[in-house]
């Protein structure tokens, strides 16, 4: 009979033979000889164990248990059963064979090494059963190294749970091919140490002299959450050693259907960042959240619907959710339903730059705080479309600045870009424009209006990444504009802790920066987003130049050096406490934006943009060829005349 042919009656013989050896060996323990003599008068007590003990062990599912398989969770369970099964023997013969005139066990220490030794028997019988369904029982002794014809020597990365998992399916599964030659792991707890008899041999430093040395076919990831940086290490030090390399997906992306046959892992957006996401504190955020009510512009798209999930998260008294299309509201909003089903939501579809509309919405909800994230962010779709750009841009975010004025809205925080400074678009002069309105704003009523400035938002609609992944799936190539364009970038939770943090930490007229690190060659994000989808660029996936398209720049840069910039309570977060100085305020700012507003409703795109030019200075069609000299962040600024200082938050 094969191990695996093992039914549940054969379980029961064999716990049978158990439970009367145990008694039998406990006799013998204790009184150093066994006879029938001895044994006779004691054959009840055998009855009663095995009708307390089977019954028990049924219970506790020990006969329905995979012992190939079995974890902690079993073991537990096998000694639970073991236990109270000993304790209701102990019960049953000294107070229920009284009751019943059968004999009692002549010394209790007969019952304590009864049981001692049915929880031996019960767990040794299981372990027999899986080292004999692995086959360990007839390969003690074999070298873990010795790799039969054919299979492939595999060094794991992570000596952790996963990698532990892998080696041990690894092991007992010859069909895969697989043989774990050793792990490696850079912590240095674990060196010289062994799991599943598989030696952890050194640093993941130590990847190409150990390909050498053990003759190592593969490298496979045992580390499901390794994070973008560790698995392009691993993936060069692979490549130097002219090994192959792959990645094992965690259960989630297993159980989600995430896992694709040309990807073995898929990739996540913080993978891509090159370095530490950022999280903010959020107890400043939650004390002027919480029971509040809160309008979102935009909140159908990337940026907006974060910012109603996280501020959902913050229990307001009520969320309006403000934006243009309806699908992409009603499945937001549908969305939050179903996550927050307490929470008192309102949709409402309008377009910004509906003054009326807009002014009737805002004093109808009563909002304590907007968040304005509704704007046209595509640089080459605004440069052929200035008109509408400025009129979404600049005058739906005046319309929206008005009717929070008019409703005495505390705190408004605009969604702005690193393309505002020194722009070569017109979307970014839109954005530089809607922020001196913001600033102008918060200069007239004394409120705690400003704006919000970062980079590239990785994932979100319409930008690089998800452009990338279609153009991988499909083969290639993948389209970059030119080798050296440079981004900085975030991802969406970070940039939507920002906007959150921005209202607290702000006083009025404040543009608020991400320290978002080095910026990042956009080339070098489409490699480790091909290499990170288990392919190889250059030979699976193309990457393909096309050129600098009309607006855009090679680098960006985060504030204008007139503006000034000093960091915050909060280590990563920069703030430009006056904004740029000049002259574009008050009733000449409105004059200007109410000519250029005339000038976008007649199409006269030539006299728009020169008005532009004239409002925003630096605003040049020409993209820079050259990174700007770096700037040096002062520790403090000192604010203007009459302006007010950031009220720290600590981090």
Known sequence: MRIRAIRIRHMLGIDVVCITFALVAAFT?????VSWRLLEPHLPLLGLALAVRLPVYTLFGLYHCMWRYASVAEARRLLAAGVISTVLVFVGDNYVFPLLGLPRCSSRSVLVLDGLINLICLGGSRLLLRLASEGLVQRKGAKAAVVPAGQRRVLIVGASRAGATLAREMRSTPELGLVPVGFVDDDPVVTTMRIHDVPVLGPIEDIPALASREQIDEVILGLPAAPGSTVRRIRQLCREAG???RTIPSLYELLGGKVSVKQLREVRIEDLLRREQVDTDQTGVRAYVRGARVLVTGAGGSIGSEICRQLAQHEPELLVLMGHGEN????VERSLRAQFPTLRLESA?????????????VGKYRPSAIFHAAAHKHVPLMQANAE???TNNVLGTQSVLRAAEACGVERFVMISTDKAVRPTSVMGATKRVAELLVQDAARRTGKRYVAVRFGNVLGSRGSAVPIFQEQIAAGGPVTVTHPEMRRYFMTIPEAVQLVLQAAALGCGGEVFILDMGEPVKVADLARDLIELSGLVPGEDIEIVYTGIRPGEKLYEELWINSEGCARTAHAKVFVSPNGEQGSH????????????AELARKMETARLLLQLRQLVPDFT???????AAPVEVPARVAPAPGARQPVPVGP
């Open 29 to 33: 323990l204790r009184f150093e000889h």
């Open 243 to 245: 090994i192959g390399f």
């Open 328 to 331: 992409s509201i009603f499945n």
């Open 349 to 361: 579809i309008a377009d910004t730059r509906d003054t009326e509309r807009v002014r009737l919405l």
């Open 388 to 390: 509408e750009a400025f």
């Open 585 to 596: 305020y008050g009733e000449a700012l409105e004059r200007r934006i109410a000519a250029m």
């Open 621 to 627: 069609p020409e993209p820079a060829q050259r990174p």
